[in-house]
Nanobody, 124 residues
Framework: QVQLVESGGGLVQAGDSLRLSCAASGRTFSSFAMGWFRQAPGKEREFVAAIDWTGRSTYYADSAKGRFTISRDNAKSTAVLQMNNLKPEDTAVYYC????WGRGTRDQYEYDYWGQGTQVAVSS
């Protein structure tokens, strides 16, 4: 089992930055790929970013490219999503997820463990 706890969400203005963290406990964090997904009201959950178990390969949704950066610290069992130049359309609940396969994927159904989510609201 892996437990994931997100933090760092909040209410910000357009153009601001937020840093989301995902703290993992349980099984060996370093063997998992990590992903960030989000779900806006009335919409389906969508992929935002992923990083493989080594940290060397990263993947981004088109909406996140150039503004968001995913990273991980295996020593601290933490994954981070740095979000810059936030836009109102980034408003959503953000979830981190762990994929035991380790390679990183955009497919939410490949992820084995999920956090409870953290709310991000961006005002215009």
């Amino acid at each position: 089992q892996v437990q994931l706890v997100e933090s760092g969400g909040g209410l910000v203005q357009a153009g601001d930055s937020l840093r989301l963290s995902c703290a993992a406990s349980g099984r060996t964090f370093s063997s998992f790929a990590m992903g960030w997904f989000r779900q806006a009201p009335g919409k389906e959950r969508e992929f935002v970013a992923a990083i493989d178990w080594t940290g060397r390969s990263t993947y981004y949704a088109d909406s996140a490219k150039g503004r968001f950066t995913i990273s991980r610290d295996n020593a601290k069992s933490t994954a981070v999503l740095q979000m810059n130049n936030l836009k109102p359309e980034d408003t959503a609940v953000y979830y981190c997820a762990a994929d035991a396969w380790g390679r990183g994927t955009r497919d939410q159904y490949e992820y084995d463990y999920w956090g409870q989510g953290t709310q991000v609201a961006v005002s215009s």
